[in-house]
């Protein structure tokens, strides 16, 4: 039974109940990727698995290979997030970071460093109170999302002839991967307006630890137009709109 076990720390990005008392978990951790896990009787009144495997949840667990699913034998919170199950605003945002991180990354495959990203992420959504603060920290995570994916977006350089840009560049190409020079920009069709303002946003955030960004509060405008240029990258990579961006959009109001 020994050699059958292993533990990880893990994030918990989706679950859905099966039978009477079982729970299937998708679990995001730093060296297994992506995993399927199964709770069994978790949704019992007598689990001591209850409360330890809530969505948003960082937490470290024991789990025993299985054929199917590995299963879940123990669970030790880490970071318990309550304030992202507990507020309607950062309930969405938990969502919409869950969902984006489950549908950028394929099963099994490791990515640390987007793990320790989401988990910091978090961490920042279930304490900031300006909602202006947690929609950058939205784009710093959509962004850096992006970048450790392998898809950086050119925010330096030309997308098209890989010029430095400057500070007049104003179209973004989500298509092309990136913000145009002018030269470029009047032979692209399908590009979006982007100001200089925005330009600045998104380079400092491409180049600025999350600690940092936490105290930044731009005009709103500002992350609005943000916003349109990654949530357009993003959905010219998936092929589609996420779910929970019609959540997020709805309690934004």
């Keep these: ?13 989706r679950r859905f109940d099966v039978g009477e008392a079982d729970r299937i978990l998708t679990i995001y951790t730093p060296h297994h990727g992506k995993l399927s896990v199964t709770a069994r009787g978790v949704r019992k009144m007598t689990s001591k698995l209850a409360g330890h495997l809530e969505l948003f949840i960082h937490t470290r667990l024991q ?3 299985g054929r199917s699913f590995d299963v879940v034998t123990e669970s030790r919170v880490v970071q318990p997030f309550r304030s992202l199950r507990e507020d309607l605003s950062r309930i969405s945002q938990g969502y919409y970071v869950a969902e ?4 950028m990354t394929p099963d099994e495959s490791d990515n640390p460093a987007l793990f320790r990203l989401t988990c910091e992420t978090l961490a920042a959504l279930d ?9 950058v920290i939205l784009r710093y995570y959509e962004l850096h999302t992006l ?17 430095e840009l400057s500070p007049e560049a104003d179209r973004y190409s989500p298509i092309t991967g990136g913000v145009l020079c002018q030269q470029c920009s009047s032979s692209e069709p399908r590009t979006l307006p982007i100001n200089l303002n925005t330009f600045k946003l998104l380079r400092y955030l491409a180049r600025m630890p999350l600690e940092t960004v ?7 405008a500002t992350v609005h137009e ?4 990654l949530k357009a990258s993003l959905s010219q990579i998936l ?10 959009n709805l309690v934004r109001g």
């Design 226 to 229: 943000a916003r349109a240029v």
């Design 100 to 103: 984006l991180l489950d549908q």
């Design 1 to 13: 039974m020994r050699d059958r076990l292993y533990t990880t720390e893990a994030l918990i990005i």
């Design 239 to 248: 092929e589609r709109e996420l779910k929970s961006t019609q959540f997020l």
């Design 63 to 65: 789990l025993a290979k």
């Design 147 to 163: 970048i450790l994916s392998g898809y950086r977006p050119h925010l330096f350089d030309c997308a098209n002839c890989e010029r």
């Design 214 to 220: 936490v105290s930044l509060v731009p005009a709103p």
């Design 127 to 135: 304490v900031l109170d300006e909602v202006v603060r947690r929609d």
